[in-house]
């Protein structure tokens, strides 16, 4: 890997999203919307104040799993990423350049949809509110990560969106945010400890009653490391072009 290939790479894609403004109003405006939504439903209530922290986690990652996995699949249905691959560029610096620069966006997405729901709709959060901001950075990143790797098993972009329901749906279903994972079947709950987005919604569980950093690391570390696995198995199942 080469770190001006891969910064390139990010400069290239970051580009191509700033000249595509329904995909920054995805990524930017989307979660902010629905957030604002949730907050006028249920106004004078505290329900914001309790299920906030969580959906500002989980819109995101939904989100930039969307986008990745079907920008990345663009790349190669068009010939673009054949053309590059062709060149010195690798598959770790195109996967990482990919990486980079969705994370950037991320980072952006996360720390503006904190600064409406927390400075425009009043979200009052009783952990650390630095920590809420990482968990839910990195789960946007683990959401653009995924789709990397999501784009590999996909033919066309209506396949690529096809994957958000395998990939998300169980997740979504086996975090603990519909019920306590301790109340669920016994291999539900088993399966769900292998699955990412349980990690990040216990963080943010556990920060919207109180906690700090210290009691959600174990959580946080477990993230990172899906997001990488998560790189490896994108950079290594990617695909020149579809066949």
Known sequence: MSVR????????????????????????????????LVAWMFEGTDVLDQFGPLLL???????????????????????????????????????????????????????????????????????SLWVVVLVAVLDAVLGSTLGLAASAAARTEFQAVQMMPLIIFPQLITCGLLMPRDQMPAVLEAISRVLPLTYGIDALQQLAAGATFVDVRGDVLVIAGFVVAAVVVGATTLRRRTA
Do not use: N
């Open 5 to 36: 290939l891969t910064a390139a790479t990010a400069r290239r894609v970051l580009a191509q999203i700033r000249h595509d403004p329904r995909t920054v109003a995805l990524i930017m405006v989307l979660p902010c919307v629905l957030l604002w």
């Open 57 to 127: 986690g989980l819109f995101p990652l939904i989100v930039m799993f969307l986008v990745t996995s079907v920008a990345t699949l663009r790349e190669r249905t068009s010939g673009t990423l054949e053309r590059l691959m062709a060149s010195p560029l690798g598959r770790g610096d195109l996967v990482a350049g990919y990486a980079l620069a969705f994370g950037l966006l991320a980072v952006v997405q996360g720390l503006v949809l904190t600064a409406v729901t927390v400075g425009l709709l009043g979200m009052q959060v009783a952990g």
